[in-house]
């Protein structure tokens, strides 16, 4: 059974940073795509990063510049580093793996089967 973990959200002024983590367990291979989506009330999760099995990583318009999406296959870890934070990005973080199945990795949340349980990030003025 695939399990995800996120950590690392918090409370943090407007343009500081934070980085969030995804442990994945129960999963054999490191062949797999990692996506973050974050969603706030009433809305639906929007997609902001996703990282492939091969390292190839894709971002929103909204975070592309100030948020950085790698990985440590060693430690199967995705992270999500998170600079210049807007009261915006205010939102619970959820990471989701699809298990490599699709190529490129999916920016709407039905392309991934497996879900963390989300980190909230809150970001003040």
């Known amino acids: 059974q695939v399990q995800l973990v996120e950590s690392g959200g918090g409370l943090m002024q407007a343009g500081g940073s934070l980085r969030l983590s995804c442990a994945a367990s129960g999963h054999s291979s490191n062949r797999y795509n990692i996506g973050w989506f974050r969603q706030t009330p009433g809305k639906d999760r929007e997609f902001v990063a996703a990282i492939s099995w091969a390292n190839t990583t894709y971002y929103s318009d909204s975070v592309k510049g100030r948020f950085t999406i790698s990985r440590d296959n060693g430690k199967n870890t995705v992270y999500l580093q998170m600079n210049s934070l807007k009261p915006e990005d205010t939102a619970v973080y959820y990471c989701?793996?699809?298990?490599?199945?699709?190529?490129?990795?999916?920016?709407?949340?039905?392309?991934?089967?497996?879900w963390g349980q989300g980190t909230q990030v809150t970001v003040s003025l």
């Open positions: 989701a793996t699809d298990l490599g199945r699709n190529w490129p990795p999916q920016r709407i949340q039905e392309g991934y089967g497996y």
